[in-house]
């Protein structure tokens, strides 16, 4: 059973644009949202995270909203770089343990 | 530099023919993790060590296990690898088992599984 569930599958977006990635999660158990950046042969590395008394956090051009009532998450990444185009995975840490999102596929466009 | 290195980074085995994939973590972390990435797919945790503790997840199949001779290393033993179990092999580790996520997850390169 799916218990992140993660959109779109792949997306693209034009260089300077906006890229929004979006997760919904059926536990409320979860306590940390954590976003993940993995390129082609390599691991996945921490991007930035979330607990779910925050409405917002930003890291220079990423943001992640968290809305608690509705059990979604997004990824915003503004001012997109080619430097982006990676897969991005969501994911919810429940017992110490990480249940990942099907990962975005997400290709900027010079 | 490295932190959390995996050998090889390609192994290719047979139908099976027992393998051995490998990490070592330079961080001195508690908890060393094993995860398999199918392609296009999420990482799905098999197991992972707190210290010498071993802990399984409930539908990690019975071909993989896992040994941890000391704090550094961890290895995952595919006993009898069948086609379905080609994949990324992930090995992460964490400080400790931090509650609310006070203990950020490191990922190694991987170790992309080939079965022939």
């Known amino acids: 059973q799916q218990q992140v569930k993660q959109s779109p599958q792949s997306l693209i977006v034009q260089k300077g644009g906006i890229s929004i990635i979006n997760c919904a999660y059926e536990n409320t158990a979860f306590d940390y949202f954590p976003w993940y950046q993995q390129f082609p042969g390599k691991g996945p590395a921490l991007l930035i995270a979330?607990?779910?008394?925050?409405s917002e956090k930003k890291e220079g051009r990423f943001t992640i909203s968290f809305n608690k009532s509705a059990k979604q998450f997004s990824l915003h990444i503004m001012d997109s770089q080619p430097g982006d185009s990676a897969t991005y995975f969501c994911a919810a840490l429940r017992a110490q343990k990480l249940v990942f999102g099907q990962g975005t596929r997400l290709t900027i466009n010079p | 530099d490295a932190m959390v290195i995996q050998n090889p980074r390609y192994q290719v085995t047979q139908f099976g023919k027992p393998v051995t994939l490998s990490c070592s973590q330079t961080?001195?972390?508690?908890?060393m993790y094993w995860y398999q990435q199918k392609s296009s797919q999420a990482p799905k945790l098999l197991f992972h060590?707190?210290?010498?503790?071993?802990?399984n997840e409930a539908d990690t199949p019975d071909n993989f296990q896992s040994r941890r001779p000391n704090t550094s290393f961890c290895f995952l033993d595919i006993r009898s690898p069948g086609l379905g179990d080609a994949a990324m092999y992930l090995c992460a580790t964490s400080r400790d088992l931090g509650l609310a996520g006070a203990d950020e997850q490191f990922f190694g390169p991987g170790t992309r599984l080939t079965v022939l």
């Open positions: 979330i607990r779910p008394d925050v």
């Open positions: 060590y707190y210290d010498k503790d071993f802990n």
């Open positions: 961080l001195n972390h508690n908890v």
